[in-house]
């Protein structure tokens, strides 16, 4: 780069970290993650270390940053507020360890490890063991008194508890947002239609900020102490006096390590990295102080960061980049999520593709469109998404994104049921991104048990095109098997047997291994229990699966829609004529001997009152919750009432408990 180059980047560099400066520090709405920040400062520092002519008293390295706010005073620190040397790699670690070593001429140092919290800096100044001052770090010299809004958290001690703390006591430490507080108020915020706040530290920010304490009192706030900037009544190291602060009710963060030489630091970046996702507020790295303050004093301070001091950065977990297309994914319930194509960014450690957008409303109401910069977050192990749009740095006119019509796996129509907010594919079991999902619940355990039909298995055989339906499974043939990677023989002999054994099953099994939606294995029990026959369930409308225990409109709603798909029934008429064959269980179904009648439940039973509903059911019977004219029998348990005494008086038949059991037994019934 030439000079004048060089000059001039130095220059654009210097106006958009002013402009990062100004939209963070002030405005509180940034536009870009720390992470591209932090970057831009880095390119200035490199730049101006190569080129030291270029240096200019008001270059954003020459002074920490942050302007005090018009609205709130100007407090003068004491002890200047600095900033941490970074390190974002264990080659950088072991260099800062390595300095330290020679400065004090020996090894095996210890040091105080810390979480290094995300949120906002403050100075909190006791004066006879009262809280008298906070103060935020603004340009490092001056900050502005935020006392008034800092006395509204909870976690900031009024008055030291205990004993032995000194006249002045200046205690230094973050203000931040637990993650639970942050998403509770957005939550609220989006209810109120008010705009919610973009991560925890801006909200922390933003909240000191307020000019009414009031506003600031209902946010949720929190507060970790991590040093002192008096040292009388103080012991002589780092952990020993955050300990001290503890014990005069300053709280200090839970995690703060006393650890020994460079593999003390990396073990402990380590497992605080592990961590991290558990923590319950944000951080963005740890930070390794020299414990003993003597050799601190030794060490000294290079510019505005100490040399006995190191914050060690994680891979930052906020990044932007380009947002190429917006896919849709169909999943096993067929529910389409928009899915974003990424420009390839390292995000939480990995490099990201693709992120979630989860539905359609949350596109609109984040307005993100393809070609759009994006903020990614990937936050531990959990699914990158886009946390939102960069409208700021949209250039031209982008089109809104569309949820298709039409499923794009399988071209069946794209449902979006009132008040839902996921739209789905009503292509059921034909819609092949679906299929791979339902053969493999189809072979499960408490399906149809099919051993051997692993979901390895069941994707190879929906690639190889050799089914494309649960029923397909019951044509595989021993040659077929044989043909695909990684199948022996007596494998496919084995999943031929099994598939073969599989074929008998029970009405209510079958019925769950079709994967209608919201059947679980026991609302599956009670449908095959009320209309003992396939058929029967096949022609009922919503009105009478309603009527099954259980079974709520919602419910009732899919099952009717389930039997309304012309794709499902082809399915079910292909397993009956592969051989699979629940006719026995239809027939068996079919005997209703209480066909008609209509029955209530009163008293205590000892079988549960849900067993007695259902198994009446089984046979045939209505079970009504009060007694009429209509009512046929009355089951009386314990200590019947007034139900009792109503069917006496519109002389209801009676039976009892143990009445019953025999009744059931004459039908062949076995009451477990
Ligand atoms: S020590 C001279 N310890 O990081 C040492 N800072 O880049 C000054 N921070 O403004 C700070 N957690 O707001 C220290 N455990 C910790 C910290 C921590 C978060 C913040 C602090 C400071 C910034 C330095």
Redesign the pocket.
């Known amino acids: 780069m030439t000079q004048p180059e060089a000059h001039k980047r130095a220059e654009e560099l210097r106006r958009l970290i002013e402009h990062h400066n100004y939209r963070y520090y002030v405005l509180d709405d940034p536009e870009v993650p720390d992470a591209e920040y932090d970057r831009l400062i880095r390119q200035l520092e490199s730049l101006e270390s190569r080129h030291p002519e270029l240096v200019t008293p008001d270059s954003p390295t020459q002074r ?1 940053s942050g302007t005090p706010m018009d609205g709130f005073e100007t407090v003068r620190h004491r002890v200047p ?4 040397g ?1 390190a974002f790699s264990d080659q950088e670690v072991a260099d800062f360890y390595r300095r330290v070593a020679q400065g004090l001429e020996r090894e095996d140092i210890e040091f105080a490890a ?9 100075s909190l100044t006791y004066v006879d063991g009262l809280l008298t001052t906070a103060a935020t ?1 603004g340009d490092g010299e001056r900050g502005e008194d935020v006392t008034a809004n800092v006395r509204t958290i909870r976690a900031v001690p009024l008055k030291l508890h205990g004993q032995g703390w000194p006249a002045l006591l200046e205690v ?3 203000i931040y947002m637990p993650r639970s507080g942050f998403e509770a108020f957005n939550r609220r915020a989006r209810e109120l239609g008010e705009k919610p706040l973009v991560n925890p530290r801006n909200g922390a920010a933003g909240s000191l900020r307020q000019l009414d304490p009031q506003l600031t009192a209902k946010r949720p706030l929190a507060f ?1 102490a ?2 002192t900037a008096t040292r009388d009544n103080l012991p002589d190291t780092q952990f020993d006096t955050l300990a001290r602060l503890k014990d005069w009710g300053i709280p200090v ?1 839970p995690e ?1 390590r006393r650890v020994r030489g460079l593999d003390g630091c990396l073990a402990y970046h380590q497992r605080i990295g592990t961590l991290r996702p558990t923590l319950g507020y944000d ?2 790295g ?2 390794y ?1 020299v414990d003993r303050f003597d050799q601190q004093g030794f060490l000294g301070f290079v510019s505005k ?2 040399r006995w ?1 190191l ?1 060690h950065k994680f891979p930052a977990e906020e990044e932007i980049t380009r947002l190429l297309d917006i896919d849709v994914q169909v999943g096993r319930t067929g529910a389409l999520t928009p899915v974003a194509r990424l420009e390839p960014v390292f995000v939480g450690g990995v490099t990201v593709t693709n992120a979630t957008l989860h539905n359609e409303d949350e596109i609109r109401r984040k307005d993100v469109r393809p070609g759009d910069w994006v903020m990614v977050r990937r936050a531990g192990d959990v699914i990158p998404e886009v946390a939102r749009a960069i409208h700021e740095r949209r250039r031209d006119v982008l089109p809104e994104f569309q949820m298709p019509e039409t499923c794009p796996e399988c071209g069946s129509a794209v449902e979006r049921v009132e008040g839902e907010a996921v739209a789905r594919c009503s292509g059921g079991l034909f819609c092949p991104a679906q299929r791979k999902h339902s053969i493999r619940h189809f072979a499960t355990r408490k399906a149809m048990d099919i051993e051997g039909l692993g979901d390895k298995l069941v994707d190879q055989l929906v690639e190889e095109g050799l089914v494309h339906t649960v029923a397909d499974l019951y044509l595989l043939t021993h040659e077929q098997l044989v043909s695909l990677e990684r199948m022996g023989g007596k494998s496919a002999e084995n999943l031929l047997k099994a598939l073969e054994d599989s074929k008998h099953p029970p009405l209510d099994r079958l019925l769950y291994a079709l994967g209608i939606r919201e059947v679980g294995e026991v609302t599956a029990h009670s449908l095959a229990a009320h209309f003992g026959t396939m058929k029967a369930l096949q022609q009922a409308d919503e009105q009478t699966l309603t009527e099954v225990s259980d079974v709520g409109p919602i419910v009732a709603g899919h099952v009717a829609a389930f039997f309304q798909q012309e794709n499902n029934l082809q399915v079910i008429q292909a397993l009956s004529e592969a051989g699979v064959d629940w006719q026995a269980l239809e027939e068996q179904g079919g005997e209703q001997p209480l066909a008609g009648e209509i029955w209530v439940l009163t008293g205590a039973l000892s079988m549960p009152r849900i067993q007695a509903k259902n198994l009446l059911e089984s046979l045939g019977a209505k079970v009504t919750g009060s007694v009429s004219a209509k009512t046929t029998m009355l089951l009386a348990g314990e200590a019947a009432g007034s139900k009792l005494a109503k069917a006496q008086k519109l002389d209801v038949k009676v039976i009892s408990e143990s009445d019953f059991v025999k009744l059931l037994q004459s039908y062949g019934v076995q009451i477990s």
């Open positions: 920490v507020m600095l900033s941490l970074n810390e979480p290094k919290l995300d949120g906002v800096a403050i770090r230094r430490g973050e970790f991590y040093s963060n703060v951080i963005d740890v930070v102080k960061a100490p001091a914050a």
